[in-house]
């Protein structure tokens, strides 16, 4: 298999770049959110976090296939030489993209108040119509990146991502450290951290602009008059837009209708069942909601109070799935070789290779998702104590470690999503992903305004959710791809393995944490022997192979320093 899988037929140049720039925003994003949290305060992330979890499902609708679509038909067109035919689907696609942008940006900027209502959080509407700017910004920029990634070209889109992610960390943070310092509202901190954002995507389509241009001078001139109409190519594109958009938009959506959810349905435990205030009397005073349900639960005082405390227990939610959503980011570099690898593959009539592929993919998930997950559900309380010092680390550490193990079902599902699509089975996932989000509807509706669960059940929706679309999603592989590896095969090694230093992990934190009095020396020196122990038992038990090494970027240099044949 290695000798048909050269790295720059399997994870290729361009994907590396990519993956390696992701990594940096993703570093970044870290860097800005985390003390984000401490600036604004729990309720202020959780306007933050609502604002941009709307922004996240529109930019997914306006840009999510129509990129992918269009780098494909520069591609296909480059091939061909066909010069004028690049132009006219880069322009087509340009404009496609600023009509939905523009449609995006008037429901954020004239519905923010709506939206905000919706969400269970009236203090969220500034952030909404801060952000609005940015779809606009962001549909364009998907246009310039879709470009240049059809020419082979995928620095431009890291470089960008970084000029976004830098500007909304330095931008972002000073203008809600300016705010909070003047003695704002939380919520406004929250829209002014949310300018660095908008002003990013501004400065990253600048930047696009400019590389457009440069690139355009340094075309050969070729006048090719054969080209599609208009019409044409605008179905072309979303031809094979859509159905990658709906995938896209799926877990955007969920989380947004969940978000809302979660909040309205807190908000209604707190002002019709006081015994679902015992779950957070340690953490939350009850006074005001207290005194102002002397006027009845539905006076405008009453609804005010829960909409309060309602904002600080999802602002510790939300500063969980920070850290819930860093296993999947890591996700990006593996599904970025998996369809064209397979595609290859199977162009070449050679099904066997393609098999190999898929499989050794979902081993390599495995073998990151895995630790990944058991060393968030271990160490779920001492992490947020070590990240998030203004966070409830009681509340939060135990949503957190819930969360690690749906982390490994959402990473398995990534990655099965793009070996379906490699095969040419685009909608099936969208069918699979929409009977999970009812799953997880279903189920936290339910069990958020259960007394004796409450908050703690948006994460347990999460597991349910995300682990009946993952074997679905697996049963499907199994059933499409003929002689595909069984599960124990796939994830025996790599289960074993995180399952051994989860308890060296858990073991090595409480043994430390009786000697020294520093959670940050304690977490930090776990991690390191957890990460030792795994490395181990993963080279002893021979959980990856030199042919599987192959797939990734200096494959062969790993395996041989790993000694693997």
């Not at 951290?193 to 001139?221: D, H, K, S, Y």
Request: glycine letters at 8%.
């Amino acid at each position: 298999m290695s000798s048909q899988l050269s790295p720059k037929s399997t994870f290729f140049g361009g994907a590396t770049i990519l993956a390696a720039g992701i990594a940096i925003v993703k570093i970044i994003g870290m860097l800005y959110k985390i003390p984000l949290v401490s600036i604004i305060g729990d309720s202020g992330y959780a306007d933050f976090s609502n604002a941009y979890n709307i922004y996240s499902v529109l930019l997914t609708i306006s840009t999510a296939g129509l990129p992918v679509a269009l780098s494909k038909m520069v591609s296909e067109a480059n091939t061909m030489g066909r010069r004028d035919q690049i132009h006219k689907v880069f322009h087509v696609a340009l404009c496609a993209f600023l009509v939905l942008g523009l449609i995006s940006f008037l429901i954020m900027y004239f519905g923010a108040a709506h939206l905000a209502d919706l969400m269970g959080d009236s203090m969220a509407a500034d952030s909404i119509r801060v952000l609005s700017p940015a779809v606009v910004c962001v549909g364009c920029l998907a246009a310039f990146r879709g470009y240049a990634q059809g020419h082979g070209n995928m620095a431009p889109t890291a470089i960008s991502q970084v000029i976004e992610a830098l500007c909304k960390l330095i931008l972002g943070l000073a203008l809600a450290i300016y705010l909070m310092q003047l003695g704002r509202p939380e919520h406004e901190g929250a829209a002014g951290a949310i300018v660095g954002v908008t002003v990013g995507t501004i400065l990253a389509l600048a930047f696009m602009v400019v590389n457009f241009a440069l690139q355009r001078r340094r075309e050969p001139v070729c006048v090719d008059h054969r080209t599609d109409s208009a019409g044409s190519i605008l179905r072309t594109l979303l031809t094979i837009a859509i159905p990658i958009t709906l995938t896209s938009s799926m877990v955007g959506i969920v989380t947004v209708i969940d978000s809302a959810l979660v909040q309205s349905q807190l908000q209604k435990a707190l002002l019709t069942n006081q015994d679902s205030w015992a779950l957070y009397r340690d953490f939350i005073d009850f006074a005001p909601l207290t005194a102002a349900l002397a006027g009845g639960a539905d006076s405008a005082a009453a609804q005010a109070a829960a909409e309060e405390i309602s904002r600080a227990l999802y602002g510790n939610y939300a500063g969980t799935l920070t850290i819930y959503n860093l296993p999947s980011s890591l996700m990006v570099a593996i599904t970025a070789s998996v369809i064209p690898a397979i595609s290859a593959a199977l162009a070449r009539r050679s099904r066997k290779s393609a098999r190999r592929i898929a499989a050794a993919s979902l081993r390599m998930c495995a073998l990151v998702a895995l630790p990944a997950g058991v060393g968030l559900f271990v160490l779920g309380e001492p992490i947020i104590r070590l990240l998030f010092s203004d966070l409830e680390p009681q509340l939060a550490g135990a949503l957190l470690s819930t969360l690690g193990l749906a982390s490994i079902f959402v990473c398995i599902m990534m990655v099965c999503n793009s070996i379906l699509q490699a095969y040419g089975f685009i909608n099936l996932p969208v069918v699979v992903m929409l009977l999970g989000g009812v799953v997880k509807i279903v189920v936290n509706y339910n069990l958020v305004v259960t007394p004796q669960v409450g908050i703690y059940g948006a994460p347990l929706g999460n597991i349910l959710c995300f682990g009946l679309v993952c074997v679905l999603d697996l049963i499907i592989v199994r059933r499409v791809i003929p002689g595909f590896p069984g599960l124990i095969s796939l994830f025996g090694k790599a289960l074993l393995s995180a399952a051994l230093m989860g308890g060296a992990v858990w073991g090595c934190y409480g043994l430390t944490a009786r000697f020294l009095d520093s959670n940050t020396v304690c977490t930090l020196f776990s991690i390191l022997v957890g990460g030792a122990v795994y490395l181990a038992l993963v080279v002893l038990l021979r959980a990856i192979t030199r042919d599987e090494l192959a797939l990734m970027p200096k494959g062969e240099k790993i395996a041989r320093l790993l000694r693997l044949d």
